[in-house]
């Protein structure tokens, strides 16, 4: 009989790893789904509207690709990439310091391993956030520290800092004058910036959001910085997996490097896929008004029905809390009404008051929860 991996005195990553928060959500889900008319789930923000045409087309029109497609991606792709940079965001990139990606997830996930962080190396987080952030810190083995103020830190030795503007869950907005703090922080400690701009794109009632590598935060040069962005939410390609990486030329090259030898490549036709929707614009636009306005009838029936949203100026989600229930509270009483939200406390003690709504359902289902919220309106 064969030993055991406690036994044989074997570390298993899985150890170092807290469950799996969405697994404590299940008996909830299984409530909510045995209303009358359905289950409404506003939990995880999963797009569910139709992959724009012309990205499908250009996926197809890529499927014949036999050979190993390459890891730094499509000169055409990292050109697409720094063009819509500075088309829409006023950053000024060389497509030689872009980098495909298997979604973004797999980039939070595996940054620091790849940037050669380990034991005794810290790397911090905000303190409510997106739970990867501390998995992947935690896989690399480096000690995880949340914070949002810098200057608590102390004399530790940071090399990692994560910043996530529009955030997830609470969709704040970190203005560039903070930004740019962050990043002389950073610069001073010889610490890498990591910015998350998934939502860079969805700002709401007039607000814009700064990307980390726009010259009014880092002065022109991208030195120890690197932006990550991703396509689920733009283009509806979350099931393709597409993202990217962009900044510092140096970083970018360390990590293709690593990459290259991992095996981390994009699919071929997924490149073809990215380069199409990077390249229009217009089928964004569309989109961005389809959620706009599943978040004003939302947001409009959440607070009628008592729950009060803070911060939620960009991203997908409405950061909501009550006055009478904690976040639990405020799941268990949802999915009365078949209505499946997350428990705040998913991204940090701090949440433990505020439940994150997604407003990415389809337009019927976002009627159907308005419609019901209804019956609690205060």
Not at 107 to 126: E, R, Y
Not at 183 to 210: H, I, K, Q
Not at 323 to 346: C, M, Q, T, Y
Request: net charge neutral; charged share 25%.
């Amino acid at each position: 009989m064969g030993l055991t991996g406690s036994e044989s005195g074997r570390r298993r990553v899985a150890d170092r790893l807290p469950t799996f928060p969405w697994d404590r959500l299940a008996p909830h889900k299984e409530a909510a789904a045995a209303h009358p008319d359905g289950l409404v789930d506003l939990s995880v923000g999963t797009p569910v509207d139709p992959v724009p045409e012309a990205v499908r087309a250009a996926l197809a029109g890529a499927a014949d690709s036999p050979g190993y497609p390459a890891t730094y991606g499509t000169p055409r792709l990292r050109e697409a990439i720094a063009g819509w940079l500075e088309r829409r965001h006023g950053v000024p990139l060389d497509p030689a310091a872009a980098l495909p990606t298997i979604g973004s997830k797999e980039m939070v996930a595996w940054l620091p391993t790849l940037l050669g962080l380990g034991p005794g190396d810290v790397a911090v987080h905000p303190e409510l956030a997106y739970p990867t952030y501390d998995i992947g810190i935690r896989l690399a083995g480096a000690t995880p520290v949340p914070a949002d103020g810098l200057a608590a830190l102390g004399p530790r030795r940071v090399r990692l800092v994560w910043i996530n503007s529009p955030a997830n869950p609470t969709g704040r907005v970190l203005p560039a004058v903070h930004l740019r703090k962050v990043v002389e922080w950073a610069r001073e400690r010889g610490a890498v910036v990591a910015s998350d701009e998934c939502y860079l794109d969805l700002g709401w009632d007039g607000v814009r959001p700064t990307s980390i590598l726009h010259p009014d935060v880092c002065g022109g040069s991208h030195e120890g910085l690197l932006a990550l962005h991703s396509l689920s939410k733009r283009s509806n390609l979350a099931g393709y997996r597409a993202a990217f990486v962009a900044g510092d030329p140096e970083l970018v090259g360390e990590l293709l490097a690593v990459r290259k030898h991992a095996g981390m490549i994009v699919p071929a036709p997924v490149q073809a896929a990215m380069t199409a929707a990077l390249e229009d614009d217009r089928h964004a636009d569309e989109q961005k008004e389809r959620y706009r306005v599943r978040r004003e009838l939302l947001r409009g029936a959440f607070e009628r029905a008592g729950w009060r949203i803070t911060h939620s100026e960009a991203g997908l989600y409405l950061w909501a809390a009550h006055p009478r229930h904690d976040a639990w509270d405020s799941v268990a009483r949802l999915a009365d009404l078949g209505i499946l939200v997350a428990p705040g406390d998913f991204y940090g003690a701090d949440g433990g008051g505020h439940v994150r709504v997604a407003f990415t359902a389809t337009d019927e289902r976002v009627a159907a929860a308005a419609k019901r919220l209804a019956a609690l309106e205060v």
